[in-house]
């Protein structure tokens, strides 16, 4: 993925004596001038806006502030001696960096309500704009907020109640798959009737049409006609590109400024071609069968311009055990001249019916 930087925004920070909120940059609080803390976090504000201000970007590009190792101040991170005391920065230890606060909020924040007359006011209002209350203190608990109180109890619940469900669905699915496929009965089984089926594909010279990437087509081929298809994905911007880009979100810069970024990815398409070339392609089959342990390869007339293809064989054994025929397949012409009518194996049978072993008894 490639990080695309969209722009820069304020992040915010409560000032822990008063709860004023006050602008990540800032080092004192607007309400009763404390100084920021070292340990300070950043938020998010309730509506983010990109900076414009090209000094306000250049500082936000910057780096993470720094706290002086003197008298802990803190100092842009370009800094070289610190503006509270004047010491060298070059021990300085910089603020943490690089935390995602959120998901961009770049549409309308919602209004809030005055907690002491209800009015209505901007998510950015410090006190309401009706009777001028604080509306930035934390509200008063109630016992509707108390850990004790039931809903809370009850939405707990709820995860185990799906982890016991679930639990329960993986037991139901393992016995299943343990019933019908893992588990079997040992059956001596006598060996009732022997079959077998071999075939030999003829192949020809001739004209053929494939598919396939415009820089894979072989040199000699005759090329049709094409069509963009995507191909691949990769990092990094190219012709014929798509950008897809994930939900905006900011991400903490440890100066008081968010960076708002994308997860981008580009979606390469390429020309997917048709071409015709000179190739073997099958144009008849010859197949030969028996009901004995002697299996025999039909006989080939082949012509100058003509070959065999990959021979193919394929073995199978009648099983009589308890009143039942069960089938055993196999393409191993070995194993299938060990079964002559009326040896007696030992058979391992699933739940379906299906041989999946067997053992000459």
């Not at 722009?7 to 000032?15: D, M, S, T």
């Not at 016991?164 to 009732?192: H, M, S």
């Not at 342990?293 to 080939?300: A, F, G, I, S, Y």
């Not at 196999?330 to 009326?342: H, I, L, N, R």
Request: some cysteine; charged content about 20%.
């Amino acid at each position: 993925m490639t990080k695309k930087t969209l722009g820069y925004v304020h992040l915010e920070w409560a000032c822990p004596n008063c709860q004023r909120k006050n602008l990540g940059p800032q080092k004192f609080c607007n309400g009763c001038g404390a100084p920021q803390p070292k340990d300070v976090e950043f938020v998010q504000a309730a509506q983010e806006e990109l900076i414009t201000d090209e000094a306000e970007i250049a500082r936000a590009k910057a780096g993470p502030d720094v706290h002086c190792p003197y008298c802990g101040a803190r100092n842009p991170a370009d800094a070289t001696f610190c503006g509270g005391c004047g010491g060298n920065l070059a021990e300085a230890e910089a603020r943490k960096s690089s935390r995602v606060v959120g998901a961009h909020r770049d549409g309308p924040a919602p209004e809030v309500s005055c907690p002491a007359c209800g009015t209505a006011n901007p998510a950015s209002a410090q006190v309401c704009l009706q009777c001028g209350a604080n509306l930035t203190a934390k509200p008063a608990e109630t016992p509707e907020h108390l850990p004790s109180a039931k809903p809370v109890s009850t939405l707990k619940g709820l995860p185990v109640l799906g982890l016991i469900g679930g639990f329960f669905v993986c037991v139901i699915l393992a016995f299943l798959v343990y019933f019908f496929f893992i588990r079997t009965e040992e059956l001596t089984g006598e060996v009732q009737a022997v079959s077998w089926t071999r075939s030999i594909p003829l192949l020809a010279l001739g004209s053929v049409e494939y598919e396939g990437w415009l820089d894979e087509i072989p040199s000699d081929a005759e090329v049709g006609s094409c069509r963009e298809e995507f191909r691949y994905t990769q990092d990094q911007p190219a012709p014929n590109a798509v950008e897809v880009c994930g939900t905006p979100y900011t991400v903490d810069t440890g100066s008081g400024f968010g960076e708002v970024v994308q997860d981008c990815e580009y979606q390469v398409y390429d020309d997917f071609c048709s071409y015709t070339v000179m190739d073997w392609t099958v144009f008849d089959e010859v197949t030969l069968t028996g009901s004995d342990l002697n299996p025999r390869w039909p006989d080939v007339n082949l012509l100058s311009n003509q070959r065999e293809g990959d021979r193919q064989e394929s073995y199978e054994v009648v099983f009589y055990a308890d009143g039942r025929t069960y089938e055993y397949t196999t393409t191993d012409d070995y194993e299938f001249s060990q079964f002559t009518p009326g040896s007696r194996w030992l058979l391992n049978v699933n739940s379906l019916s299906a041989v999946t072993s067997i053992k000459k008894k």
